[in-house]
C-alpha cells in the first residue's frame, strides 16, 4: 500500500517571473486564482502566445518536495472548490484504469516505432506505462521522483524505475529511440528547459509522446477544479504547445483527443466535485471504469527534428 505517512511541507518557497516562461515577452494579465492553506496563489496569461503561468512560480525545492511526499499520492481528504486541490485521493486505487488508458495510449503511437526500442517514461509515478512498454517488447524504464512510488512499481510489476528528477538525469547507454511523459503537462519546473533536455536523450530520429489539456477549449469550464492545483505550474493550449515544441527541437506529427478510461469515482475527485463523491459512498458504480472522450485532452506524438 502506498501510506500516508510523508506530510506535504507546511511552507513553500515561490519565483517571481518577470516574462512569460515560453515566449520570453513581458505583457501579461491575471489569468485565474485560488487559495492553498491561506496562501493566494496567482495565475497570468502572456498577452503575446497566450500561455498561463503561475506567478510567482513554486521554486524547484517547493515543487519536488510535494511530488516526495507521499500525502500527495494518498492525500485522502482534498480541499474543497474554494481552494486548491493537491493530489490524489488514493493514486493506487486507479490500477485498473490506468492500465487500460496505458494499453490504449501505446496503441497509438507503437507505430512510430520499432520492437525492442530503448524508451523511457519520465514521471512514471508507479510504472503502469512503463510495465505496458516491457509487455509489448519496448526496452523500457522510468524516471520517477517519488521513491514510494517508484518503490511500489518496482515490486507490484517487476520493472526497472530510477528515483530521480528528470531535469537531471542521463540514461545510461546510447540514445534513445522514444521518450513518454504523461499527465505531467503542467507540472515541470520549467517545460522548455525540460524538454530540450529530452531532445538531447533522443536519437536523430528519436520521438517524444505525451499528453496535455488544452485550458482556453470551450468545454474546459466543465472540468472544474480538474488540473487546477498547486503544483499546476502552466496551462498549455493547442496553439502554443507548438511553440513549446519548437524551441525544444520537436514537430508534432500527430495531436489526437484522447479517450480516457476512469471511473466515476476518479473522475469527480480530480474535478473537485466532493458532494456527489459523497453522495455515492461506496456504491459498486463508483469504481465500474468506463472510456469517455476527454473533447479537451489530447495526445502528441512528435519528431525530433534538430538538436538544440
Request: include cysteine; charge should be positive; aromatic fraction near 14%.
Amino acid at each position: 500500500m502506498i501510506s500516508s505517512a510523508d506530510p506535504i511541507a507546511a511552507t513553500f518557497e515561490f519565483v517571481p517571473l518577470q516574462e512569460c516562461p515560453l515566449c520570453g515577452q513581458p505583457e501579461r494579465t491575471p489569468a485565474y486564482q485560488r487559495s492553498y492553506q491561506g496562501l493566494e496563489i496567482r495565475w497570468e496569461r502572456c498577452q503575446a502566445c497566450r500561455f498561463v503561468f503561475q506567478n510567482p512560480k513554486l521554486s524547484r525545492e517547493s515543487l519536488n518536495s510535494i511530488y516526495r511526499s507521499s500525502t500527495y499520492w494518498n492525500v485522502q481528504k482534498m480541499e474543497t472548490h474554494n481552494g486548491l486541490r493537491l493530489g490524489y485521493s488514493d493514486y493506487a486505487k486507479g490500477e485498473t484504469y490506468r492500465l487500460r488508458q496505458s494499453q490504449w495510449r501505446l496503441r497509438q503511437i507503437r507505430h512510430f516505432v520499432a520492437p525492442g526500442s530503448r524508451w523511457l517514461d519520465v514521471a512514471c509515478a508507479t510504472g503502469f506505462f512503463v510495465k505496458t512498454l516491457v509487455e509489448a517488447g519496448m526496452e523500457a524504464w522510468g524516471v520517477e521522483l517519488s521513491e514510494q512510488m517508484a518503490r511500489y512499481g518496482i515490486e507490484r510489476y517487476g520493472v526497472n524505475i530510477e528515483a530521480r528528477d528528470f531535469d537531471s538525469y542521463t540514461p545510461p547507454g546510447p540514445p534513445l529511440q522514444a521518450i513518454s511523459i504523461w499527465g505531467a503537462d503542467s507540472n515541470f519546473y520549467d517545460p522548455v528547459a525540460t524538454y530540450r533536455h529530452a531532445n538531447r536523450m533522443l536519437a536523430a530520429d528519436g520521438w517524444l509522446f505525451f499528453n496535455f489539456w488544452d485550458f482556453d477549449h470551450p468545454i474546459r469550464p466543465l472540468l472544474g477544479e480538474f488540473k487546477i492545483g498547486l503544483n499546476g505550474l502552466y496551462q498549455l493550449n493547442r496553439k502554443n504547445i507548438h511553440l513549446l515544441l519548437e524551441k525544444a527541437g520537436f514537430q508534432a506529427e500527430l495531436v489526437k483527443m484522447e479517450w480516457s478510461f476512469a471511473s466515476l469515482e476518479a473522475i469527480l475527485s480530480l474535478t473537485g466535485r466532493f458532494l456527489p463523491l459523497q453522495w455515492l459512498g461506496g456504491l459498486p458504480l463508483a469504481s465500474v471504469v468506463f472510456q469517455v472522450p476527454t473533447f479537451s485532452g489530447f495526445l502528441v506524438a512528435a519528431r525530433k527534428i534538430r538538436n538544440v
